[in-house]
Nanobody, 114 residues
Framework: QVQLVESGGGLVQPGGSLRLSCAVS????????MSWYRQAPGKEREMVAF????????DYAESVQGRFTISRDNAKNTLYLQMNSLKPEDTAVYYC???????WGRGTQVTVSS
């Protein structure tokens, strides 16, 4: 069965860091372009980071550029999002997604608050 399971979310103070993980199974992870999305209360879901199948190219929303880093370990079928210098406006549910196949994870909550 196809599964995308996010982990690593939680409560963090402004300026802090979190590392999200997405464990993938049920499809060929190494051939799939992947992304991280987020959705804050009352707002539309937005893509924050993108990565090609081999990790050769990445792209970021302007709002997270320079603070977030997307990466992947194809041998472990795992996608990562390193989030540094977190701001209250980063508070959202974060989802991993296969751009190639259209699959979504169920999300993990990130709350940035003092």
């Amino acid at each position: 069965q196809v599964q995308l399971v996010e982990s690593g979310g939680g409560l963090v103070q402004p300026g802090g860091s979190l590392r999200l993980s997405c464990a993938v199974s049920g499809f060929t992870f190494s051939s799939n372009a992947m992304s991280w999305y987020r959705q804050a209360p009352g707002k539309e879901r937005e893509m924050v980071a993108f990565i090609t199948p081999t990790g050769s190219r990445t792209d970021y929303a302007e709002s997270v550029q320079g603070r977030f880093t997307i990466s992947r370990d194809n041998a472990k079928n795992t996608l990562y999002l390193q989030m540094n210098s977190l701001k209250p406006e980063d508070t959202a549910v974060y989802y991993c997604r296969s751009i190639t196949r259209g699959y979504w994870g169920r999300g993990t909550q990130v709350t940035v608050s003092s």
